[in-house]
């Protein structure tokens, strides 16, 4: 008997399983291979992003693109319309469903029912399967097989490893963590709600989507007080349109770059693709661009926000919609990039990048809006330093510039490290230690892109990840749709292993 072990049961973990025992219920290894979900919460499917209650968080991604199964993407809009469709209080914006934005809490009873239905499926099949409630924090390599070790002191045997850990807390700011007044994370949420008093001026490490998540939570709550967001940069997300508009690019195509590569003799660069994409956008707008004007970086949020939503209610940022336009093609882009390339592009433009890739929901930016004209948020750039003031149990945020901010709490909002030594995981902690993981330079593990497996010194060939973990060889690993795709393409690389008899 075989074992697959999947360490994590939130979407990413359930979207391997039902994967898995898809794929295994079609082969002849059925009644020969078993698979171990490991989760330490009761309920799989939620995890910390889908596990929230709040009703401001919602999916960032239209409901069209959200199925748990690879091949079908529509199959959450069809759950959302047998369960109340658009009459429903959790489901946001006008048209069609497809073009819905949920809360993260329905699309995490969408994944849960579905692990509860597979589960069952699992059952009849007689395909042997165990759910153990335990917080993984080892492996250990066993002659060829390894040994999964618990908090709780369970060691499971397994064949493979697949690690679906999740977005990790960042470990930055640990000078800090002895005081009741900083929450280290916005998640569960019940920690800002608990710590956090009404007339409190909250300051907020960060100004993206999770920073966005915990000014929601706030004012769910009946927040008052004063809300102020803090990073480098001082960018907000851009804001997206009911419905992404549908363009065809002529100039930035997989082919143009591969051409330019054949034809020049030489490696891929990031400013011959920023060239591409500046001549996609003069064609596009059959003008010239302005392209300091475009840059967002340390702009008035109140001001750009403003602009975002009308361009959002006339049906959308043209910006925007050429970059929502490369969702598909832009991981092929980036694997085309060696290490030094990929560093030039997170420096240059990164950050402009993740404002026009990842936007907020429109209903969330009138939200913000609102708290922009009561003078109840501010966004501040140039964040340089933090302090505790001890005797007054307040800190303090220095700028740049020297301007000083004085908050009673503080969260930190800054998401999950790229960087695999900055994540608070003693799981991942161990095993770059032991060298069953391998940090890779620009994020996250080293990994062979084509199978998701792991590339260590000593991890062999039964070790799988995928989620924030790749987050540097991969690009999209905060969308679901795409740990969907990443899960299939894992499982398939399990399933030819057991197919060609190679374990490790």
């Known amino acids: 008997m075989k074992n697959i072990t999947i360490i994590g049961g939130g979407a990413c973990g359930t979207a391997v399983f039902i994967e898995l025992l898809l794929q295994i219920a079609a082969s002849e290894h059925s009644k020969e291979t078993q698979i171990t979900i490991v989760e330490k919460d009761e309920q799989l499917g939620y995890g910390l992003a889908f596990g929230t209650e709040q009703p401001g968080h919602l999916l960032n991604t239209q409901a069209e693109l959200m199925g748990i199964h690879v091949h079908e993407p529509e199959h959450f809009v069809e759950w959302i319309k047998q369960q109340g469709g658009k009459d429903r209080e959790d489901v946001k914006g006008q048209g069609k469903t497809e073009h819905t934005y949920t809360t993260r809490q329905l699309y995490g009873d969408y994944v849960s029912s579905n692990a509860t239905y597979y589960r069952k499926k699992a059952e009849e099949l007689s395909i042997p399967l165990q759910v153990i409630h335990a917080e993984a924090i080892d492996i250990q390599r066993v002659s060829d097989r390894y040994e999964v070790i618990c908090q709780d002191g369970t060691v499971l045997s397994a064949d493979f490893i697949v690690l679906a850990v999740g977005t990790p807390k960042p470990n930055n700011y640990k000078e800090l963590l002895h005081y009741p007044e900083y929450i280290d994370f916005p998640w569960p949420s019940h920690r800002i709600i608990h710590r956090v008093d009404a007339e409190d001026h909250v300051g907020i490490l960060g100004t993206s989507l999770s920073a966005i998540d915990a000014v929601m939570t706030l004012v769910d709550n009946g927040h008052g007080g004063s809300i102020s967001l803090f990073s480098p940069d001082g960018m907000l997300p851009k804001v997206q349109p009911q419905k992404n508009k549908d363009y065809q690019r002529q100039i930035l195509t997989i082919a143009n770059i591969h051409k330019g590569k054949r034809e020049k003799w030489q490696k891929v660069k990031v400013k011959e693709i920023f060239r591409l994409f500046q001549q996609e956008v003069a064609a596009y707008f059959k003008k010239g661009v302005d392209w300091k004007a475009q840059d967002r970086e340390k702009k008035p949020a109140d001001e750009l926000l403003e602009a975002d939503i009308s361009k959002a209610e ?80 307040s800190f303090t945020l220095t700028l740049e510039d020297s301007e000083e901010h004085q908050l009673d709490k503080l969260i930190n909002a800054t998401g999950s490290s790229s960087q695999l030594e900055k994540m608070d995981c003693e799981l991942v902690d161990n095993l770059l230690k032991k060298g069953y993981l391998t940090s890779y330079p620009v994020g996250g593990a080293l990994i062979d892109g084509l199978t998701m497996q792991t590339i260590s010194p000593k991890g062999g060939e039964g070790i799988y990840a995928l989620g924030h973990l790749v987050n540097g060889i991969m690009l999209d690993v905060n969308a679901v749709w795409f740990n969907v795709r990443t899960a299939a393409i894992l499982c398939e690389s399990i399933l030819s292993k057991l197919e060609n008899g190679r374990i490790s």
């Open 314 to 393: 006339r049906g959308g940022d043209d910006l925007l919609t050429l970059v929502y336009s490369l969702r598909y093609e832009a991981g092929t882009i980036w694997r085309m990039l060696d290490i030094e390339e990929k560093q030039f592009f997170k420096k240059w433009l990164g950050s402009n990048w993740m404002a026009n890739r990842h936007a907020m929901p429109l209903y969330n930016a009138y939200r913000l809006q609102a708290l922009f004209e009561e003078k109840k948020l501010k966004v501040y750039p140039g964040l340089k330093g933090v302090e505790f003031n001890n005797i007054n149990r």
